[in-house]
């Protein structure tokens, strides 16, 4: 429209207009929520097998501890009667081929044989044989010993026991080491010539 005073012309009036929503699209559909059964992750087998396993072998280890109650506790220890073989089967010296198995030695001499318990009479250790020296040496405390088992050195107080030996009717040395005899200068007691301590040959 034109303005009668400059000629110009004006623009429309324009109205407000409202504004217009913009169109969303339409919304996804939501899947539906899982169950928690569904969610869960799978077992793992290797972690329950090691479970099992450990309570197994602590049940496994209590029963064979309740079983041990059924056995009895004993020692078995060397008979202390045996048979050493015929008075020719020992020369003259040391024999140490008991000493393992029974913890004695077989002494022979020209008119007799006897038998030494090896076991020091201070704290009760196994001396040995020293051939060199021609003399028993305890390795615990240096106690010594002639080869007759008297004690001349170390704190041993009084000579190692000597064990029962007889004969029996087939000719063979039988020894007894439950029988000890002992000689000990401070009481007074002197048993190595006792029937049993030695056997004459």
Same mark, same amino acid.
């Given at each position: 429209?034109?303005?009668?005073?400059?000629?110009?012309?004006?623009?429309?009036?324009?109205? &407000?207009? +409202?504004?217009?929503?913009?169109? #969303?699209?339409?919304?996804?559909?939501? *899947? =539906?929520?899982? @169950?928690?059964?569904?969610?869960?992750?799978?077992?793992?087998?290797?972690?329950?097998?090691?479970?099992?396993?450990?309570?197994?072998?602590?049940?496994?280890?209590?029963?064979?501890?309740?079983?041990?109650?059924?056995? &009895?506790? +004993?020692?078995?220890?060397?008979? #202390?009667?045996?048979?050493?073989?015929? *008075? =020719?089967?020992? @020369?003259?010296?040391?024999?140490?081929?008991?000493?393992?198995?029974?913890?004695?030695?077989?002494?022979?001499?020209?008119?007799?044989?006897?038998?030494?318990?090896?076991?020091?009479?201070?704290?009760?250790?196994?001396?040995?044989?020293?051939?060199?020296?021609?003399?028993?040496?305890?390795?615990?405390?240096?106690?010594?010993?002639? @080869?007759?088992?008297?004690?001349?050195?170390?704190?041993?107080?009084?000579?190692?026991?000597?064990?029962?030996?007889?004969?029996?009717?087939?000719?063979?040395?039988?020894?007894?080491?439950?029988?000890?005899?002992?000689?000990?200068?401070?009481?007074?007691?002197?048993?190595?010539?006792?029937?049993?301590?030695?056997?004459?040959?």
């Amino acid at each position: 429209m034109a303005d009668p005073v400059d000629g110009t012309t004006a623009a429309p009036p324009t109205t &407000p207009t +409202a504004a217009v929503p913009k169109a #969303t699209p339409p919304a996804a559909a939501k *899947p =539906a929520a899982k @169950s928690k059964a569904d969610s869960a992750e799978p077992p793992d087998k290797m972690r329950r097998r090691v479970i099992w396993g450990m309570i197994y072998g602590y049940l496994g280890i209590n029963l064979l501890m309740f079983l041990r109650f059924f056995f &009895p506790r +004993a020692l078995y220890e060397p008979n #202390t009667v045996f048979n050493i073989g015929y *008075p =020719a089967d020992f @020369s003259l010296g040391i024999d140490q081929r008991y000493l393992m198995t029974n913890r004695v030695w077989i002494i022979r001499e020209p008119d007799r044989i006897f038998v030494i318990f090896a076991r020091c009479t201070h704290l009760g250790c196994t001396p040995e044989w020293k051939s060199s020296e021609n003399k028993f040496k305890c390795p615990c405390h240096g106690s010594g010993y002639d @080869s007759e088992g008297v004690n001349f050195e170390g704190p041993a107080p009084r000579p190692m026991d000597r064990a029962h030996v007889a004969m029996d009717a087939t000719g063979k040395l039988i020894v007894d080491t439950s029988r000890l005899y002992m000689d000990d200068p401070r009481a007074g007691v002197n048993q190595f010539n006792d029937p049993g301590a030695y056997l004459p040959v």
